[in-house]
Every structure is written in C-alpha cells, then in structure tokens.
C-alpha cells in the first residue's frame, strides 16, 4: 500500500532528527579535537561555553528522539476524544517541543559562539593590522602588532 503525505512527512522528520544529531556529535567532536587553547582568555571562554551548549543540545536532541516513538503510539489510539488521551497527549507533545526548542536553540547558539571562539583572534589581529596601517599612511611610523598573549 502506498504511504501516505502524513507517513512520508513522518519519516523525513525522523530522518532529519538523526542527521541534527550525528552533526551535533561531530561539531562537538571536531571542535574539542582542534582546539588550542592559552591564546586568549576570550577565544577560550566561548568556546567551552559553546562545548556546553552543543552538549545539552545533543542531550535534549536524544531525549526528544526517545519520547518521539511514545507520542507516536499516542496519536493512534483509536479513542482520541477520551479526556485522559487528549491530557496526555497534549502533555507528551508539550514535553517534546520543549526538548525540540532546546536541542535547536543549543545548537544554533553553540555553533554561533564557535565560530566566534575560532574566529576571534584571526578578527582582532586583522583589526591591528588595519589601525597600524591607517597610521602608518598618516606618516607615523608604528611597529608591526605583537600577536597577542596567553591570558589576554
């Protein structure tokens, strides 16, 4: 029997739930393999605060899979007008989209401070190297920016 728009709709939701949580492992993963610390107190702080979050999104993002087959048993029972099924129906779709709305904001908001952990230093020396030459073509003369120091 063919399946239908709802099924199909089912099973690419399903699919895209993985693919969020093998991609959460692995920029979690990738990320503590190369980081480097003692460059910067900045850089480091955002990204530990970045390991952190993608870490409670990977969480929650497992938790939502794991309470994702019961609500789907739910919204098969037959008796969808008794109040009990509807109670708790409506309490375990709850529960899940709140799991959902921390999984996709921890992510989002990981991804963001990584990036800006990893992109910090590179950023801050461009802008030295840009303020040094503005001086230097006014004509004073100003030594190349020392590269910054553990701690800074």
Known sequence: MAKSNRERGQEVQVKLAFYVIALIFTVLGLSIQTAKFGTSIVSAGLELLAWVSLL???????????????????FDIPDQENTVVQNVTTEMTTRTNAWYRIHKYGFVIGFILLVIARGYLPAANICDRIAAFSEVREGAVVPAPAPPEAGE
């Open 56 to 74: 409670v999104s990977r969480l929650a993002g497992l938790r939502r899979l794991e309470l994702t087959p019961g609500l789907f048993y739910l």
